[in-house]
């Protein structure tokens, strides 16, 4: 059984920086992209960014562009999403997602449970 | 970038209703379409991929159909665990994009 399995969210100031990590177990970690998406305090589902099987094929969303970067370490069957100059519009549960294929375009067909980050003086 | 307006945002509905739920996209995105549930404070679940094509495990009464850029959800007649929000998102391209919800409520 797949499972994904998000840390290091928490309580950061305007500005400030955070990194998220996220565990894949249960399947062969490399044959999959793997994406960030967040979701606001009673808000819908946005994207964040994403990164295929070999990191060649990475993508992000306008709001986060040039203060996020993701990576993946494949030899860990993990993922990261490095967050700088944070603003308060960026608190929200951010959760890994697992797409379906190595591509681009592959649904996701498996979700952690989410971790919250919470920006604020 | 794709925008993708899903509606209703809130739609009323009764134990055995057969319900849609309607998904435009700005720009042709084939059948690069999912559908997915949310609960309360849990992850979303796949319901729907590729437009049409039923995750595993999901009941029947879940349909899509669709391509292009119009697309929609049926649930055929339902149950009490259906009532939550429901997403699209298309995967056509980078940037994905999501449907701003349907909340689909007891009348």
């Known amino acids: 059984e797949v499972q994904l399995a998000e840390s290091g969210g928490g309580v950061v100031q305007p500005g400030g920086s955070l990194r998220l990590s996220c565990i894949v177990s249960?399947?062969?970690?490399?044959?999959?992209?793997v994406h960030w998406v967040r979701q606001a305090p009673g808000k819908g589902l946005e994207w964040v960014s994403g990164?295929?099987?070999?990191?060649?094929?990475?993508g992000y969303a306008d709001s986060v562009k040039g203060r996020f970067t993701i990576s993946r370490d494949n030899a860990k069957n993990s993922l990261f999403l490095q967050m700088n100059s944070l603003r308060p519009d960026d608190t929200a549960f951010y959760f890994c997602?697992?797409?379906?294929?190595?591509?681009?375009?592959?649904?996701?067909?498996?979700w952690g449970q989410g971790t919250l980050v919470t920006v604020s003086s | 970038d794709i925008q993708m307006t899903q509606s209703p945002s809130t739609l009323s509905a009764s134990v055995g209703d057969r319900v849609t739920i309607t998904c435009r996209a700005s720009?042709?995105?084939?059948?690069?379409l999912a559908w997915y549930q949310q609960k309360p404070g849990k992850a979303p679940k796949l319901l729907i991929y590729?437009?049409?094509t039923l995750e595993s495990g999901v009941p029947s009464r879940f349909s899509g159909s669709g391509s292009g850029s119009e697309f929609t959800l049926t649930i055929s007649s339902l149950q009490p665990d259906d009532f939550t929000t429901y997403y699209c998102?298309?995967?056509?391209?980078?940037?994905?994009?999501f449907g701003q919800g349907t909340k689909l409520e007891i009348k």
């Open positions: 997602a697992k797409g379906h294929d190595s591509t681009v375009t592959a649904h996701f067909d498996a």
């Open positions: 249960g399947v062969t970690f490399d044959d999959y992209a």
């Open positions: 990164i295929t099987w070999n990191s060649r094929g990475i």
């Open positions: 720009h042709y995105i084939s059948t690069w």
């Open positions: 590729k437009a049409s």
């Open positions: 998102q298309q995967y056509n391209d980078y940037p994905y994009t």
